[in-house]
């Protein structure tokens, strides 16, 4: 079954440092999404992305928080100046125009702001 | 606004022994219903999902769930656990406008699977 990489696995970063997160959607795949997963808490959504543009983002996803498809095949989650609170998994998913029930996801990147 | 609640969040069964996950919605109109699941550093794999039609739903890995309007329940159910089914599961509700758009997860039920 086709899926959805993210890199890196486990990201570091220093409280106000920027960090991006990769993923690579399935290749045939038009709409994305970020959730993420605070440690003990639900996944809650962030952002979902098509056509290029933003479709609908949460409460969270403010200023400090973009996503971009800046070729073909990656996109990505930028947060412009970290906080410790956002120490958290993030997940990446998509999934095709026809297929709206199925979103396949990726493994995670576990993210850790000191 | 939709949620879910996951009442159990962390239950332990014998290996062949009968497995039930309680899911509760609360949503103002007809939901869209799934059970995802994640193994040790793996991703969210959808097990199935309740759009319409019969309210009993079978999925992947003999997984099954039953849609109760009447409890705004989702069960997931397997008549006879495995070793491999020891991992994180979570019910998800969606818009029921356009699908899985926007997913709103419980809190999650850790299973751990005894010999």
Redesign the interface.
């Known amino acids: 079954e086709p899926e959805?990489t993210q890199t890196p696995s486990h990201q570091v970063t220093q409280m106000g440092q920027e960090v991006i997160l990769r993923c690579v959607p399935i290749s045939n795949h038009l709409?994305f999404y970020w959730?993420r997963q605070i440690l003990g808490?639900?996944?809650?959504?962030l952002v979902?992305f098509y056509n290029n543009e933003i479709?609908?983002k949460?409460e969270i996803f403010d200023d400090q928080f973009s996503v971009e498809r800046p070729d073909g095949s990656n996109f990505t989650l930028k947060i412009r100046s970290t906080k410790l609170e956002d120490s958290a998994m993030y997940?990446c998913?998509s999934?095709d125009r026809d297929r709206?029930?199925?979103?396949?996801?990726?493994?995670?990147t576990q993210l850790s702001v000191l | 606004a939709q949620s879910?609640t996951q009442p159990d969040i962390h239950i332990t069964v014998s290996e062949g022994a009968s497995l039930e996950l309680r899911c509760n919605y609360s949503y103002g109109a007809t939901p869209?219903l799934f059970w995802?699941v994640q193994s040790p550093?793996?991703?969210?794999?959808?097990l199935l999902?309740y759009?319409s039609g019969d309210t009993l739903v079978q999925g992947i890995k003999g997984f099954e769930a039953e849609f109760k309007r009447s409890q705004s329940s989702f069960n997931l159910r397997k008549p006879s656990v495995h070793w491999s089914d020891a991992a994180e599961y979570?019910c998800?509700v969606g818009a029921n406008v356009?699908?899985?758009?926007?997913?709103?997860?419980?809190?999650?039920t850790r299973l751990t699977i005894i010999p």
């Not at chain 1, 709206?100 to 995670?108: I, P, T, V």
């Not at chain 2, 550093?41 to 959808?46: A, H, I, K, P, S």
């Open positions: 959805v709409y959730y808490q639900k996944v809650e959504f979902s479709s609908e949460s997940f998913a999934r709206r029930e199925k979103l396949f996801f990726g493994s995670g | 879910v869209y995802y550093g793996q991703g969210l794999q959808l999902k759009f979570f998800a356009f699908g899985n758009e926007k997913l709103t997860f419980g809190t999650g």
